[in-house]
């Protein structure tokens, strides 16, 4: 790389830009798995150790490397300017990078069992907010489990703060997209590795149980940062 910076001002201007911006993009870290902020068996009995573990160490593993995949070879159409393959790669990168930027949220939205994170607050910013858009916290689980297990296939559901309309909406996305219109507050995996082995293929049992697990003051901040 250091012998790529030093011929970099002796070539024509547009070989140049696009010489710095390789260098850029190859000293950038490489994605890594984030680490859960409580053990694996914590949220049991909504969600069990195996499935905790498996989510985590093998699928959200696997849309890291993808991702890291894909960036590596984009580095090297962009470095040869192969538009073509670029724009062949902008799937892969949708999908794995959807996958870890929703996983992220996803562990973070999470909370142990029994402990105060995972208590619906009775006042503040969250509370307010939910009984004005939705008139109270039952009212906010029927629609977010009713339209979440509506998706056919996989994705997620999301319950979203729209900054045009000042509300929170539940919307839901495909597959691996990531949540674009709205800020995500609270996102539910709703693809089978999220829960097939410990409630099969009954969606709403799942979506029940994930609320006694679900981490409200993560979900207050994400509301305030959006405000």
Known sequence: MV???????RVAAPLKA?????????TRGKHTLPELPY???ALEPSISSEIMTLHHT?????????????EESLQKFQASNDVKSAI?????????G???INHSLFWKNLAPTGSNQAKFPSSGALYDQVQADFGGFENLKKEVNAKT???QGSGWGWLGYNKGTKKLEVVTTANQDPLLSHVPIIGIDIWEHAFYLQYKNVKPDYLNAI?????FEEAEKRLKEAL
């Open 39 to 41: 053990a694996y068996d």
């Open 98 to 100: 959807g996958g870890h």
């Open 88 to 96: 062949a790669l902008q799937p892969a990168l949708k999908f794995n």
């Open 58 to 70: 093998k699928h959200h593993q696997t849309y890291v490397n993808g991702l890291n995949a894909a």
């Open 149 to 151: 297990a509506a998706v």
């Open 18 to 26: 696009r010489s710095y911006a390789v260098i850029t993009m190859a």
């Open 3 to 9: 012998a790529i910076a030093r011929i970099a001002p």
């Open 211 to 215: 609320w006694d697990v679900i981490n």
